[in-house]
């Protein structure tokens, strides 16, 4: 982790008339990939406008890549990119127009935008399609062309606001493998809104989870899951029943889920006694999987925490 | 495609300056604006009435000039011209700042004035192009999250208004004003044209910039494509009705209209009765024309209500800009 940070949120609220968004955040968020987590109306994309300056703040202070926010939009913005929730394309412009024309708004000369377009296209899987008019696009298209906009020119940092909304499970797959690539092979810190924990878990390292407007939770996902060891899914072959026998004389809970895995609750930090006891029963494993819900988990509790503060 | 085999490349090459970025802003603007075939059709129309302008501008110097290929021909033809021809040329000599600047200082009144309507209809069909469909695809958002402000946004709008009237009316007429002096028999044309030239430029300028913030607040008031240039049309119409009814009852109602008050304004800019008068004075022939003038009309031009009508432009100027304060923000 390099020791700047590239968020850097004192006390920062944010009121929409009596309302509040934002209530006294105050982050320090390292380069990598992070997941922005809530329910819907928490305040992530709130969080993420005060950032890039589309909503202003009430209180507090913030800082985007060393630079104070409100102070110094277009600097900031040439090195940040943006995929938006909602649909915000520029009407009667052909695909490839309109991210050579994002890419002239931030700051790229015409020729560079152009090769850089088509070049970002190719990136998120857009053929042919890029020549028709955006007005014509499925979803799917438009969530493309909304990653294309937001990284045509090669910014430091992406926020994406729920990129996989609207998508199929492939397209779905196909975002998601993008967005890991961005920091793991590129290294564009990648901040990723959504409510659908599996996206995140697949991409990011660390965690934000935010709800009422408060940040609850902000880690790395390996600590979040070492926070709840004890529990394991385990992949057989052969043997569930005895399986099954043997976790109940030891006492620990175990369940056969719908997809055929066995959910052991064995009650150590380590997965060492789980593997101990496959080892006894010559029960070769296909696969365990390590506190397989703790995101979730992690989640719920601190939406409970949360509501039982309120 | 199997996204694998595209290749993400980093950029480190130098940005554009934000005055670059502007222009990006205009330009594209432009470009949406004549995708629209009427829009063409109308540019096409202007340009063809500032050919019609620069022909008579080319005939006014061919009969003042003595030696013009006109004059020699006219006089070959009929010699009896000669006398009548020795009379327009004898102006040039003995009046040149008259029978040049003061003639193209009238013509680019009227011109102005009357070709007015043309840059208007362009405007109300450019209309969406400008803050409208932005609002209604939420391409606001996408430009602020850019390296441009609101401020820059709305300057590259500006711009591309303004570059609609300049291709329906300021370019046509100083087109005019630079072919029809460039055929002229001689480059004096160019030195006592230069008033009319400034009076042209300062009137189509202020005109031009007050027409295009007026149509960026109209433009913003709704995302609806077609209820912005409904508004503009209605706005324009209904001020042009009022005004013989208003000129009687309430002559301050008169101001509602913008076409009005820039008319005002072109009045005082190009300082048409004192022009009149001094053609009057000068050259008899004009004197005789213009001897059924009545002195209302004369009053008219002597004394246009230039205060009630800069008042009435900057009311319509602020109302303009708090409905873009308002209107354009992200979501």
Excluded at chain 1, 71 to 85: C, D, Q, S, T, W
Excluded at chain 1, 118 to 136: A, C, I, N, T
């Amino acid at each position: 982790m390099s020791s700047e940070p590239v968020i850097e949120t004192l006390g920062l609220s944010k009121f929409f008339g009596r309302q509040r968004a934002l209530d006294d955040v105050s982050l320090k968020v390292f380069p990598g990939s992070i997941g922005l987590l809530g329910p819907n109306g928490a305040g992530k994309s709130t969080l993420m406008k005060c950032l890039l300056q589309l909503q202003p703040i009430t209180s507090g202070s913030a800082k985007l890549l060393g630079r104070e926010v409100g102070r110094e939009g277009r600097e900031i913005r040439k090195r940040v990119g943006y995929a938006p929730e909602q649909n915000c394309h520029i009407p009667g412009m052909a695909g490839c127009e309109y991210v050579t024309y994002c890419a002239q708004l931030s700051g790229l000369p015409f020729q560079a935008a152009r090769q850089r377009a088509h070049e970002m296209l190719d990136f998120v899987g857009m053929s042919q399609e890029r020549y028709r008019k955006v007005d014509s696009y499925s979803t799917g298209m438009k969530q493309r062309l909304k990653l294309a906009q937001a990284i045509v020119h090669d910014p430091e940092i992406v926020f994406l606001d729920e990129p996989t909304n609207g998508l199929d499970p492939k397209g779905q797959a196909q975002i998601l493998e993008l967005v890991e690539g961005l920091w793991r092979i590129h290294g564009i810190t990648v901040i990723l809104s959504s409510h659908l924990l599996h996206d995140v878990e697949r991409v990011c390292q660390q965690i934000i989870i935010i709800a009422r407007g408060k940040v609850l939770v902000h880690d790395t996902l390996e600590n979040l899951k070492a926070r709840r060891r004890g529990a394991a899914e385990v992949v057989l072959a052969r043997g569930h029943s005895e399986l099954q026998a043997a976790c109940r004389g030891r006492n620990w809970l175990c369940d056969l889920l719908p997809n055929g895995h066995l959910r052991i609750e064995h009650q150590s930090d380590t997965l060492n006694p789980l593997l101990t006891l496959l080892h006894e029963l010559r029960l070769p494993p296909l696969e365990v999987i390590p506190s397989p819900n703790a995101l979730e988990e992690t989640f719920v509790q601190a939406l409970e925490i949360s509501h039982a503060a309120a | 495609m199997p996204l694998h085999d595209a290749h993400y490349q980093h950029w480190d090459g130098l940005h554009t300056s934000i005055w670059g970025r502007r222009r990006v802003i205009a330009q594209n603007g432009i470009s949406a604006c004549l995708r629209a075939k009427l829009l063409r059709y109308v540019v096409l129309l202007s340009w063809a009435g500032g050919l019609v302008m620069a022909a008579f501008l080319f005939f006014l110097g061919q009969v003042l000039v003595p030696d013009s290929l006109l004059v020699r021909w006219v006089t070959q033809i009929s010699p009896d011209m000669r006398v009548f021809v020795r009379m327009f040329t004898s102006w040039l000599v003995d009046h040149p700042e008259v029978s040049v600047g003061t003639t193209q200082n009238v013509l680019f009144y009227y011109y102005g004035v009357y070709s007015m309507p043309v840059c208007i209809v362009a405007l109300g069909m450019a209309l969406p192009a400008l803050i409208t469909r932005d609002l209604a695809s939420n391409a606001i958002v996408i430009y602020s999250s850019k390296a441009v402000t609101r401020g820059d946004y709305l300057l590259g709008k500006f711009c591309t208004a303004f570059g609609v009237i300049t291709l329906t009316w300021l370019g046509p007429v100083c087109g005019a004003w630079f072919i029809g002096n460039l055929l002229a028999p001689n480059w004096s044309f160019f030195w006592h044209s230069r008033i009319a030239l400034l009076h042209l430029l300062m009137f189509g300028l202020g005109s031009a910039a007050v027409l295009s913030a007026l149509a960026l607040g109209v433009s913003a008031v709704s995302s609806r494509e077609k209820s912005t240039p409904a508004l503009w049309f209605i706005w324009w119409v209904l001020g042009f009705a009022i005004q013989p009814i208003a000129v009687h009852t309430l002559p301050w109602l008169r101001h509602v209209s913008f076409g009005y008050d820039l008319r005002q304004s072109a009045l005082a800019v190009f300082h048409l009765g004192r022009e009149l008068q001094t053609a009057e004075d000068s050259i008899p022939i004009f004197g005789q024309m213009l001897s059924h003038v009545s002195q209302q009309t004369r009053d008219a031009l002597n004394h246009p209500t230039l205060g009630g009508s800069v008042l009435g432009l900057a009311l319509m100027l602020l109302a303009a800009g708090l409905i873009i304060r308002k209107r354009v923000v992200p979501e």
